[in-house]
Structures are given as structure tokens and as C-alpha cells.
């Protein structure tokens, strides 16, 4: 008691006070704000996601086309790192310090907490000795991953490649984390989700030391790790090899299907690069190269080149007419040097005249077929050329002719086929007729296809009258059908009977002596059809065109093989779809003076290529890989 | 003897020792949830923290016991003697402690360790309870206000040494005892407000700080003068020559910043008040231009002492806490997890040795200095703020203690203790839950460590012995 004891309500004051700023503060983080209950989980739960093998792939005859290697990541978790040795890292993962400083800083921004990745694809060796070492560097970890190796480098185009998630994939499809690894082309994207097979997830609980105590809560919050399904796809590995392998010299395209099935049996573009271009670390230097090759190697020609089909689409005009009822078997039109109406005139080569049908295919005479269009744009059935233009486009869409087909393959484009309106629109209603159009005939002009579907036409023909969707899915493991839309057969508004005109003027085109323009591809002891084609190109020589199938009767292949700028037909593409056949129906090639010949180039390409600063030409006419 | 036994067990206050002994059961419940790792360890284990903890327990009571036989008069007589005792014992620390932690704050005997800081804080509370009823003493003359200081000031330089930063800002609260013991409220406020000044130089813009204070000066002098229109006049002058000096600044380019021409706008007008005041023989002016110049002139020595004089570490720390720099990682760990900790626990906590940031070691010195973390985690909001309220209940019932006694040497020991241990409390909580930065002192009576366990039971149960005798005649 004394003269200041009034002072001790400013202590009792003070005192509650404080207590109370506590007891609100403490209610504040206790109860009202739920985030720290997720830090303290955070803080003791780890997470381990297990990656599952990538599904194989195997081709047609079961052979094994792409599998998988293991690849080591170093992931590193900041906020656990204690101070290491710099240089013995540097040593040991053989970079420089700089580049471990980098790689953290990087991994710092990115986050303190959250792993990341700080090496991607370090070598076995090194890996494990890093792993040996590990006690020296805590808040590393190596990572298991596995990286595609392919048994013979082909089919690149149909396959694809693996690359890393980009955003837009992060930010729509939360099963990818960032650095996940994704099927970006090809095979490997359109059957993503079944190869990839399900991330499994391990919770450990850990202490401050990040060290693993036990599985969290026995297991509960696991989640068991499902290996990618097993892919079967249609190609024929080897006879691929060989497509690859012939085209090497050339710009174009080969691409042969299973009539009967619209299974892919190769898919050849040139130039091509080898797979292994691609995986992993190889995908960062080598993709820009690629990319700026002049000659387009990372193109897929077979789905995304629109070629003039020239002189093959004779056969279709053919079957149109003959369908049409405007022309029939014994229809015969004389050419002499060309076709003539007025100042009009489009060339033709000398050859015996008048021709019926299956003769002018054999010789392929422009001027039959010019005939033949003029045949049935004047029809009378029609009132006018547009109409009349109309129906005949309605024949070659029942042929696959004007839409992409739907392949898997996710950069299909389409052919062109001008519709009547795009006529009236240039020339003017009512101001065009076959005339103007009558590079339509021989199969120039506005008309483009793409290489698969000239493929899927000759199936078409091939099977007397229908086709299925080309398609590169044979089987896939632990589902039981593909997708029905590969197996339904879609009927061409041809009437089978009709065909077979045109099959035996494909067959007399090999097989039929003089005249004839594809001797060369005949084979001894089967009977292939076919019909060459050469497409006037205003760039340069003219591309080389060959369609075929065999044997005449119950084929087995489909083919369609398109060489730019080497010329006639005859010349390159026929020997090249013979050799093909050959190959596939009987397993080996015999006529291996042929085959020299084909892969010897004697003409140059238009474009400048084979520098020496691109790898992408991949073979050696062995088909050795560098 | 027997009369006098009698008399102390009679007269004393066994609620507080029954509190005491809540607190000390609790602590060790939540040290032992700390450092519990295998179920096999029994509880008197002696190589775990918690099975020292209960030796120390057991030590305190018997110690205990021995300060209450002891008659209250030695307290008195041996006061300055303990004192000087210390103050040789601190200087000896320096030259034969141990280093622990970078702190040579440690006498290690035997298997033991002792820490001679935490024995300062009771015995400098004798002393200045000792000097303060000394005869004649007058807390207004400036040379015995010197005297106090110097007892009050002499253990935390030395403290300040080894280094331990925390144990030595504790004795700033002693400040308390004096303003209770008549320590003039002016002085108090003036002192308070420097703290707050302090803070607000770190946290805002100077420029903004200067312009408050000239406004809060002004305001000063309206209310003091009673004129509204004399300090709308003064204000009026200042603005316009501000302005002046701005646009001079601006037009010719000449690169001042905003806080140099706020100065240089001050030193007419401080001279011009100056003079006027001298002629008019009113004073106030000058006065409360004096305390806003003295202002001024504190926030740019706070300004350099940050920058210049306190290390990069500590600086961060201060900023850490007044949430102007963000660092998960470093500094800001330590509270960061204590926060997760604590707030993970809920409204009813995790349950007794549920803890999971506790049981993993994510809180750093979690058996002491960050011992309520564990209270949090496990026992919930419940939890704390029973402890929060015990600590309250315990504090009030000192003060309702100290204010009965007869005896001013009493009194003035009792609000030392009371004192240190708010210190201690409102520090040590505080950091925990992100109020206040981080500084390294124990929760008394909870933390890990015979030390302060020992120094606080001898504050404690000193101030029992005295109040059991509050009856006896005045000394």
C-alpha cells in the first residue's frame, strides 16, 4: 500500500489485455483459419508417384516395334537442401558448377517446397553413383523413368514420339503433372491414354529430416500403380523397313493397306528421321533441326501431301462412267497425238488407236478419258454440266475421295475436289463445261488427293466395290474390339461388276505385252494390277505415280506409291510398288539388280537437301542407322 | 521455531503453489510429448529431456521447500551480497563458461549445466528491492533513479556478452517496477511512445512519418494553446513554404527528396516559432516543437541503427515479424512451423502425443522455447488458452499478493517477478503465434531446463516466504 497503488489497475489492465490479443489471435489460427491443418499435413506426408511402364508396341506378326528404357532424373526439393559439395556434384553428373548453381536457382524459382526436376535423363553410370553418394546430398532423389527405344528405326511418322506436357495440357488435364511425359504424335498420342497406363501414388510419412518413417497410415492413401496396355498395330515392320529404305533417295510417299481389312500395312513418308531423334534429351536439339529442314522430314507426306494423282485417276473415271451408264465396255475413241476440239488441245503419246476401255487404260490415253468426262458432263440425265459435275463428285466421295478418311492419326488433311459452286463461282454459271475443266480427266488440275487416299481407292477397287477406314490399331491388350468404325465396310455408289473392267485393264497394264506402260513391275508368278500415273509439275520434273494390288484375285495389298519430281511413272514409283509387293506376298525380293537400280538416284530433287548439318535422312542405302 | 513454522504454513498461499504445480505437471506432460520417440521409455528415463525435466521438478520442490525455512530477513540482509555474487559469477561465465549454441552462457558441473542469466533476473529484483527501501532513497532524485538504473542495466550488459540477446532484453521490464514505485507517467509515456515511434519508423515511409508528426504536433499545440486558429496559422505557414521549396525543387531539377525538403521546410519555421515564442514569452510552441524535432531526430537514428549497426540476420528477423519480408524458409521458418503447429491442433487439438508436427520435429527447440506449439498441436484452442488463463489467474493473484504487503521491499520484489514473468510470457507466446519476432526465452514453468525452472521457483517461492511473514511487524 502506498501513495502509487492506484498503478496496479494499469498492471491488471495490461495483463488482460495481452491475454486477450492472445486468446483472439489463437482463435484466429486455431479455429477460424483451416489452411494451417493442410501445412501440417503437407509438412508430414510425402508423396512418391510411381510412373508405369508404357504400354509396347508390336506390329502385325507380333514383332516388337517400340519398348521402353529406363531414364534417371535428378529431382532435388529445395527447402531440404543443406549446404554439399558443388564440385564433387558437378564431378559426379558431369556438368559444370555454373550448372548446378543454374539448375538450383531454377529449381529455387519454381518452388522451395514442391520437388522438381534438376537433371532430366542422366546416364545409368552416373546415376547410380550419385545414388551411392546420395547421404551427401540431402533433398536429392533420382527418379526412375522410362524413355522409348525403338528396334528398327522406322515408322517415325505413324508412331510418334513421347514428348514432355506442354501448358495447354497441364491446364486442362490434371492427370499430368509438369515434366510428365505424354504421346505427342502419331500412334503414341492417338492411344495415349491406353499406353500410358494409371500413376500410382506411395504416402510416406516423414519427418523433419525427410526421412521416411513408414507408409501413411498403412497404406491408406496408396494408389496401386496399372502398366500401360500393350499396343498391336497394323504395320508390317519390315516390309515398312523396306518402304523406308527404297524411298531413301526421294521425296514422296508410300502407303499399302489390306484391302480387305483397311489395316495399314506401311506408311512411308520421305525424307523420314529415324525415332530415336526424338526421346529424351535428343528431342530438345534435334526436334529444331528437323523442324527447319528444308525438305519438311517431320511432314507426314502420306496423310498431309496433296498430290495431283494424274493419269491413276483414270481408273475412277472409268468406273464413274461406266456407272453412269455413259459409256460402256466396248466404248472406243481414237487419239491421234492427243485430244482436239477447236484450239483446244491436250497431248497424248502415240499409241494404237481407237482404244476401248480396258485398252486406254492400259495405254493410258488422255483422250479417252477426256471423252469419258465429256461423256458424263453432257449427260443427258442432267440438265446442266454443274448438276452432271455434282453427281460425279458424289462417286468419288463414296470412294473416300473427299473427305479425310479418319485414320488415327491425328494430322490427316484432306484432298481437294472442287464442288460445281467453285466452277460457277470463277467461270461463271452455265460458262463451263468439260472443256474447261478437262485436266479434271486425266486427273490434274484442281483435283489433289493425299496418298492414302489414292491407297484407299485402289482397295476400293481392290475389293471390287468397297473399302474400310484405313486404320493403324490392330489389337490393343485387355480390350476386347476396336473402334467399330474400323471395321465397318463402306459400299461405293460403283456396283461391283463394274470393277472388273477396270481390274482387268489394271491387270493388261503390267501383264499385257505391248503398249502396256508398266512392264516393268511385272512379277513372275502373280498378277498385280495396277495403273501408273505422271502428274505435270509446273516447279520442276514431273512426280512419279503408281497405284497397284495383288493378286489380281483375293488381294492382299493395296499400294499407292508417289515419287516427286522423278519423272514418268513408270520409271520410279512402278518399280518401287513392285518391289513392295514382291516383298510382302512372297518375303524376299529376288530381283535384287532391280532393287539396286531403284535406290541408285540418278535425278536431283528440285530442292536443296542432304546438307550436311541435317540428320534427317536416315538411311544408308543398307539401312544401317548412323 | 515451532511458532514460526506454524506461521508460515498458516500464512501461506497455497492456491498460488497449487497453480504453481499445475503449471509445472502440464509443462512436463508436453515435454514429454516432445521428446517422446519409442513407447518404450519409461518416464524417469535421465537420458530423455523429460525424465530430466522430472528430476528437475523434483529438485525445484526441495529447493522450494529450502527457501521457505529460510527467515525472510536473510532475503533482505543478503541482497546485495547475492547480487554481487552475481555479477562476479556472470564475469566468470565469460572466462570459464561453456559455449552452447554460440552463447557462452553455461557452467557445466558434473554431468549438469547451469545457466547463471536465469539466476540474475530473481536476485537483481532483491537488489533493487533492496536499494529502492533503502533509507532516504527518493526515485525522483535523478542520482538515485541513476543508482536503480545501474543495478537494473549491469547483469543484461554483461548477459549481452556472452551474447544472449533474449535473456538480456528481458530486464527492460524491471522499467515496470519502477513506474509502479512512482517512476513518473510522463517519463512512461514518453518512453512508450518512443516504442511506438520505433515501430512505425520500420514500418512506414519517412516521409508520411514526418508529415504525422508535424500534424500531430500541431494538433498538440491547438489543444494545448486552446487556439484553433493559432496552430491553423502555424500549420498554414509550414504547408506554404513546403510548397514553395517543392516547386523550387521541382522547377530548377534539383534532385532533393521529399524527406530533405520537409527538413529543410522545418528550420525557418522552427526559428520563426522560436523567436516568436521569446517575444511572447509563451513557451508551449517551443516545447512541442522541441518534442517533434526530438522525434525526428529518433526516427532517422532508428532508420540508421537498422541499416547500419543491427546484422543483415537480425534486421531480417524484425522485418520477418512486422510482416515486411517474407521468408518461409529462413528465419520465418521457425514461426512458420510454430504457426502450422499451432494451428493444426483446432478447436480441441489432435489429442494428448498426437501431434504430428510435434512427434516429426518440425518445430525447432520444441521443448523450449517453442513448448506451446506442442500445447497447441495436441491440446487444441482448449488447451491453450486454459494455459493462456492460468497464467492470467496467476499474474492478477500476484499483483492482489504484492498489493498486500506491508512491507515496500516486499511489494517491489513482487512486482519484479511479476514483471519478468509477463516479459516472459507475453515475448515467449507471442513469437509462437507470429506477434511478435523471434526471440529466445522460455515459457516460465513450461520450457525445458533446470535453469530458469530453478531461477523462476526461486522468484516465486522468495515472494511466498516474504508474503507468508507480510504479518509480522514492518522492517
Not at chain 1, 477447236?342 to 492400259?362: F, K, V, Y
Not at chain 1, 499400294?559 to 514418268?568: H, K, L, P, S, T
Not at chain 2, 504454513?9 to 503453489?17: E, G, H, M, T, Y
Not at chain 2, 493462456?388 to 512491507?407: D, H, K, P
Request: charged residues 15%; proline residues 4%.
Amino acid at each position: 500500500m502506498n501513495q502509487f497503488t492506484d498503478r496496479r489497475y494499469i498492471f491488471t489492465v495490461a495483463i488482460i489485455l495481452v491475454g486477450l490479443v492472445f486468446i483472439i489471435r489463437l482463435f484466429q489460427i486455431q479455429v477460424l483459419d483451416k489452411s494451417y491443418e493442410q501445412y501440417a499435413l503437407s509438412n508430414a506426408q510425402s508423396a512418391r508417384v510411381i510412373y508405369p511402364a508404357r504400354g509396347l508396341i508390336f506390329d502385325r506378326n507380333g514383332e516388337i516395334m517400340v519398348f521402353n528404357q529406363a531414364a534417371y532424373d535428378i529431382i532435388v526439393t529445395p527447402r531440404l537442401l543443406e549446404p554439399f559439395d558443388t564440385t564433387e556434384l558437378s564431378r559426379i553428373l558431369e556438368i559444370t558448377r555454373e550448372g548446378v548453381k543454374e539448375r538450383l536457382h531454377t529449381a529455387r524459382t519454381y518452388s522451395i517446397r514442391v520437388p522438381s526436376v534438376f537433371m532430366k535423363q542422366v546416364n545409368y553410370e552416373n546415376a547410380a553413383l550419385l545414388q551411392e553418394k546420395m547421404y551427401q546430398y540431402p533433398g536429392f532423389y533420382v527418379q526412375t523413368r522410362t524413355l522409348r527405344k525403338y528396334t528398327r528405326p522406322i515408322a517415325s511418322h505413324a508412331l510418334g514420339y513421347v514428348g514432355e506436357v506442354d501448358q495447354k495440357i497441364l491446364d486442362n488435364d490434371p492427370y499430368y503433372q509438369l515434366g510428365d511425359y505424354i504421346g505427342v504424335s502419331g500412334v503414341e498420342k492417338a492411344y495415349e491414354s491406353q499406353l500410358r497406363g494409371q500413376k500410382g501414388k506411395n504416402v510416406f510419412l516423414k519427418d523433419v529430416h525427410n526421412q521416411t518413417i513408414e507408409s501413411y497410415q498403412g497404406g491408406r492413401l496408396d494408389v496401386p500403380v496399372e502398366v500401360g496396355n500393350n499396343l498391336t498395330v497394323t504395320l508390317d515392320a519390315e516390309l515398312q523397313e523396306y518402304g523406308e529404305k527404297l524411298m531413301a533417295p526421294y521425296v514422296g510417299s508410300i502407303v499399302a493397306l489390306e484391302p480387305s481389312t483397311g489395316e495399314v500395312l506401311t506408311l512411308v513418308s520421305a525424307p523420314s528421321y529415324a525415332p530415336d531423334l526424338l526421346v529424351g534429351r535428343n528431342l530438345r536439339t534435334q526436334f529444331g533441326n528437323l523442324a527447319s529442314d528444308t525438305l519438311n522430314p517431320l511432314f507426314n507426306r502420306a496423310l498431309m501431301a496433296q498430290y495431283p494423282p494424274g493419269s491413276t485417276f483414270k481408273t475412277i473415271m472409268a468406273l464413274i462412267g461406266l456407272q453412269e451408264k455413259v459409256i460402256s465396255v466396248s466404248t472406243e475413241h481414237s487419239c491421234f497425238y492427243g485430244f482436239y476440239v477447236g484450239n483446244i488441245h491436250t497431248a497424248c503419246h502415240l499409241h494404237d488407236t481407237p482404244l476401248n476401255l480396258i485398252e486406254a487404260i492400259q495405254n493410258s490415253c488422255n483422250t479417252y478419258f477426256i471423252n469419258v468426262l465429256k461423256s458424263i458432263l453432257t449427260d443427258v440425265k442432267f440438265n446442266n454440266t454443274a448438276n452432271a459435275y455434282d453427281n460425279w463428285r458424289r462417286h468419288l466421295l463414296s470412294l473416300g475421295c473427299t473427305t479425310p478418311l479418319g485414320i488415327e492419326l491425328t494430322n490427316e488433311l484432306n484432298g481437294n475436289i472442287p464442288e460445281s459452286g467453285y466452277y460457277n463461282r470463277i467461270y461463271g454459271e452455265e460458262h463451263w463445261n468439260y472443256l474447261t475443266i478437262r485436266s479434271l480427266a486425266i486427273g490434274q488440275g484442281e483435283l489433289l488427293v493425299t496418298p492414302i487416299q489414292m491407297a484407299n481407292m485402289t482397295a476400293a477397287i481392290a475389293n471390287r466395290g468397297y473399302y474400310i477406314t484405313p486404320h493403324l490399331v490392330k489389337a490393343i491388350e485387355e480390350v476386347d474390339a476396336i473402334d467399330p468404325s474400323y471395321t465397318e465396310k463402306h459400299i461405293t455408289s460403283i456396283d461391283s461388276a463394274n470393277y472388273e473392267p477396270v481390274v482387268e485393264g489394271m491387270d493388261l497394264v503390267i501383264n499385257g505385252g505391248a503398249g502396256s506402260t508398266a512392264r516393268n513391275a511385272k512379277i513372275q508368278g502373280i498378277t498385280v494390277c495396277g495403273k501408273t500415273g505422271t502428274a505435270e509439275n509446273p516447279h520442276g520434273n514431273d512426280h512419279s505415280i503408281f497405284i497397284a494390288f495383288a493378286p489380281k484375285e483375293n488381294p492382299q495389298i493395296a499400294i499407292a506409291v508417289y515419287v516427286e519430281n522423278q519423272g514418268f511413272g513408270t520409271t520410279y514409283a512402278a518399280p518401287i510398288a513392285s518391289l513392295m509387293i514382291e516383298k510382302y506376298l512372297t518375303g524376299e525380293v529376288k530381283r535384287t539388280w532391280y532393287e539396286n537400280w531403284v535406290m541408285q538416284l540418278t535425278q536431283p530433287v528440285v530442292n536443296t537437301r542432304r546438307s550436311d548439318t541435317t540428320q534427317a535422312v536416315n538411311t544408308t542405302n543398307d539401312g544401317t542407322q548412323e | 521455531m515451532m511458532v514460526r513454522r506454524n506461521n508460515i504454513f498458516a500464512n501461506l498461499d497455497w492456491i498460488s503453489i497449487l497453480m504453481w504445480l499445475v503449471m509445472l505437471t502440464f509443462g512436463w506432460m508436453n515435454i514429454y510429448s516432445a521428446n517422446i520417440m519409442e513407447a518404450d521409455s519409461g518416464i524417469f528415463d535421465l537420458s530423455q529431456r523429460f525424465g530430466k525435466q522430472l528430476l528437475w521438478i523434483g529438485a525445484s520442490i526441495l529447493f522450494a521447500v529450502l527457501l521457505l525455512v529460510l527467515d525472510a530477513k536473510f532475503y533482505t540482509y543478503f541482497a546485495y551480497f547475492l547480487y554481487a555474487v552475481l555479477i562476479v559469477v556472470l564475469i566468470g561465465v565469460l572466462v570459464f563458461g561453456k559455449e552452447i549454441n554460440g552463447a557462452k552462457s553455461w557452467f557445466v558441473i558434473g554431468g549438469f549445466q547451469l545457466q547463471p542469466s536465469e539466476f540474475a533476473k530473481p536476485i537483481t529484483a532483491l537488489a533493487l528491492a533492496n536499494l529502492l527501501t533503502s533509507h532516504n532513497y527518493n526515485l525522483r532524485k535523478f542520482w538515485h533513479l541513476l543508482q536503480a538504473g545501474a543495478i537494473i542495466i549491469s547483469p543484461p550488459m554483461l548477459i549481452l556478452l556472452q551474447p544472449d540477446l533474449g535473456s538480456a532484453l528481458v530486464y527492460f521490464a524491471f522499467i515496470f517496477v519502477l513506474f509502479r514505485e512512482g517512476f513518473s507517467a510522463h517519463t512512461m509515456l514518453m518512453l512508450a511512445a518512443l516504442g511506438f515511434l520505433f515501430f512505425a519508423t520500420l514500418i512506414m515511409d519517412k516521409v508520411l512519418l514526418l508529415l504525422i508528426l508535424v500534424i500531430a504536433g500541431t494538433l498538440i499545440y491547438m489543444i494545448v494553446s486552446r487556439s484553433f486558429k493559432k496552430g491553423a496559422i502555424n500549420l498554414a505557414w509550414t504547408a506554404g513554404l513546403f510548397g514553395a521549396l517543392f516547386g523550387i525543387n521541382y522547377l530548377f531539377d534539383l534532385g532533393f527528396s521529399l524527406f530533405i525538403l520537409g527538413l529543410v521546410t522545418l528550420v525557418p519555421i522552427s526559428i520563426g516559432l522560436t523567436i516568436k515564442g521569446f517575444k511572447v514569452k509563451d513557451y508551449t510552441n517551443m516545447k512541442i516543437l522541441a518534442g517533434v524535432i526530438i522525434a525526428i531526430a529518433f526516427t532517422i537514428a532508428v532508420n540508421y541503427a537498422m541499416n547500419n549497426i543491427l546484422k543483415p540476420h537480425q534486421q531480417h528477423r524484425i522485418y520477418v515479424t512486422l510482416g515486411l519480408e517474407d521468408d518461409p524458409q529462413g528465419v520465418g521458418y521457425n514461426v512458420n512451423q510454430s504457426k502450422i503447429a499451432i494451428g493444426s491442433g483446432g478447436f480441441s487439438g489432435k489429442g494428448y502425443l498426437n501431434g504430428t508436427q510435434t512427434k516429426l520435429h518440425f518445430v525447432p527447440e520444441q521443448s523450449t522455447d517453442f513448448i506451446f506449439c506442442t500445447v497447441g498441436e495436441e491440446w487444441g484452442f482448449l488447451g491453450t488458452t486454459f494455459v493462456i488463463l492460468l497464467y492470467i489467474g496467476f499474474l492478477l493473484r500476484m499483483i492482489m499478493m504484492a498489493e498486500r504487503q506491508r512491507s515496500s521491499f516486499s511489494r517491489i520484489f513482487g512486482y519484479g517477478f511479476i514483471s519478468i514473468l509477463f516479459i516472459h510470457i507475453l515475448i515467449n507466446i507471442g513469437m509462437t503465434i507470429g506477434l511478435l519476432p523471434v526471440i529466445g526465452i522460455p515459457l516460465p514453468f513450461f520450457s525445458y531446463g533446470g535453469s530458469s525452472l530453478w531461477a523462476f521457483t526461486m522468484f516465486l517461492f522468495i515472494f511466498l516466504r516474504l508474503d507468508a511473514s507480510r504479518l509480522e511487524l514492518l522492517r
